[in-house]
Nanobody
């Protein structure tokens, strides 16, 4: 069964760093993995994505320079490193997968989602 499972979300203080993980099961080939975040009542926001071989990464302008996406193919895991987080970034963080080419950066372009991991940033 194809599956994505996120982990690593926790409560941190403003300015802290943390790393989220997304483990993929039974997903093969030229997969693009994306990260999104969503607060209650808000739209799901694109954070970044990484290509199947890790050679291409994209991050949203709002997090550029602070968030980094990487992957370990041997462990079928994609990471999202968050630095200097702010309380406004308290969200449920999701990873998602697609075989669509290019730079998919909207939720509708992804067809498999994890359950999300909660990041809470206190001031």
């Amino acid at each position: 069964q194809e599956q994505l499972v996120e982990s690593g979300g926790r409560t941190v203080q403003a300015g802290d760093s943390l790393t989220l993980s997304c483990v993929a099961s039974h997903l093969y080939g030229r997969l693009i993995t994306g990260w999104f975040r969503q607060a209650p009542g808000n739209d799901r926001e694109f954070v970044g994505s990484i290509s199947w071989n890790g050679e291409q990464t994209y991050v949203a302008d709002s997090v550029k320079g602070r968030f980094t996406i990487s992957k370990d193919n041997a462990k079928n895991t994609v990471f999202l490193e968050l630095k200097k987080v702010s309380p406004a970034e308290t969200d449920l963080y999701y990873c998602a997968a697609t075989y669509r080419g290019g730079n998919p950066n909207t939720p509708v372009e992804y067809n498999l989602w994890g359950q999300g991991t909660q990041v809470t940033v206190s001031s």
